[in-house]
């Protein structure tokens, strides 16, 4: 591959680092098909390379690590009855996988914005690093959609019910949070990531995780916990249901502000997608692997492909951006067991293979 600076992907050696940087700085690195497809191809290298000990994950720009995947394309492709959803969650949740069992010590520089295909790209490593920047989110369900890319098998190991309340507002983690939340491992100052990145590429051959992890330990801050943490009694309380309806009675008879504001937060989410998405919740809960949720997920994913919601979420957020969307059913009474039943439908052996 090229590793061109003007690539959407640059991949390179550096010293004992294999550097993948993601290089959309405009789009906050939004990652397309192509860029997963030399993400592989860059894995394929440095996992091959003697030379290379530890690989890095980083977003150009200030902006933040990455914003997600490409939904505008998606969106085109899903309107005229395409097969890019198909093609591009297979091959992105193969990658997400792979990036869980990199025999190599991978780190993810988690800094600024890391949503959405973003988090799959990360949250999966080896060593997560957040920063004072950070602001990690799942936010599928404002599109009609759920936390996918292992977003499931992430939020189900949260604790508590961390992960249910962050799986269905949408709402954003800062770095200790992100820790709290079992999303990343260490919250480095931004201002420091320059140079724990010098010192990952002088790292000697052969250096283990041990080694990488004591190496980012010295330039981390210790935080382990943010404000949403403080919250958790209050958020196993309301979110420790499995029915939509049981979560909403909660925060109606709770009242407090925190159960207002969060009340109105899952009132401007897809009803399906929130039901969807607390079920998906709730089998991860049981399952033993990221593979088996990433199955899970991709089956879910192509319906909603399908869906009228997922049109609508993505064309009032990021098409015509009113914020607007008008959801079909639009009440989460009226998400009937039978809409639910195609999302979570078996699909054939074939259809997601796991090197």
């Given at each position: ?103 190599k010590p991978y780190v993810a520089f988690m800094d600024g ?117 403080a919250k958790e009694p209050v958020i196993d309380a309301l ?86 969307p008008t959801w079909s059913p639009p009440r989460i009474e ?22």
């Amino acid at each position: 591959m090229s590793g061109a600076e003007e690539g959407d992907l640059v991949a390179r050696v550096e010293g004992a680092a294999g550097i993948i940087r993601l290089n959309r700085p405009k789009a906050i690195n939004a990652v397309t098909l192509e860029m997963f497809r030399d993400i592989e191809k860059a894995l394929d290298r440095f996992e091959a390379d003697p030379a290379v000990a530890v690989i890095v994950l980083e977003g150009s720009g200030e902006r933040g690590l990455c914003a997600g995947g490409d939904i505008r394309t998606l969106w085109e492709s899903s309107k005229v009855n395409g097969d890019l959803g198909k093609i591009l969650w297979r091959e992105e949740y193969i990658l997400n996988a792979r990036i869980k069992k990199f025999p190599k010590p991978y780190v993810a520089f988690m800094d600024g914005i890391v949503m959405g295909g973003g988090v799959g790209l990360s949250a999966h490593a080896s060593h997560r690093v957040v920063t004072d920047r950070t602001r990690l989110a799942m936010p599928e369900v404002g599109l009609g959609f759920f936390p996918d890319v292992g977003g499931t098998y992430l939020l189900s190991h949260s604790p508590g019910e961390i992960g249910t309340y962050f799986g269905l507002t949408g709402q954003t983690m800062n770095g200790p949070d992100a820790i709290h939340a079992k999303f990343a491992d260490w919250v480095v100052p931004a201002v420091k990531l320059p140079e724990l990145r010098e010192a990952l590429t002088t790292l000697r051959s052969g250096a283990s995780a041990a080694d990488v992890s004591k190496l980012i330990s010295g330039f981390a801050t210790g935080e382990t916990a943010g404000p949403v943490a403080a919250k958790e009694p209050v958020i196993d309380a309301l979110f420790g249901f499995d029915r939509m309806e049981d979560i909403v009675a909660a925060l109606k008879r709770d009242g407090s502000e925190f159960a207002l504001a969060t009340l109105k937060t899952l009132n401007e989410k897809s009803p399906r997608g929130m039901v969807v998405t607390l079920k998906l919740l709730r089998l991860a809960r049981a399952s033993s692997s990221l593979e088996e949720c990433l199955v899970r997920e991709y089956r879910a994913a192509l319906e909603v492909f399908r869906s009228d919601d997922f049109r609508e979420g993505v064309r009032a957020a990021v098409i015509d951006k009113d914020r607007n969307p008008t959801w079909s059913p639009p009440r989460i009474e009226d998400v009937a067991p039978e809409m639910l039943a195609p999302y979570l439908a078996e699909i054939g052996a074939d259809e997601l293979k796991f090197n």
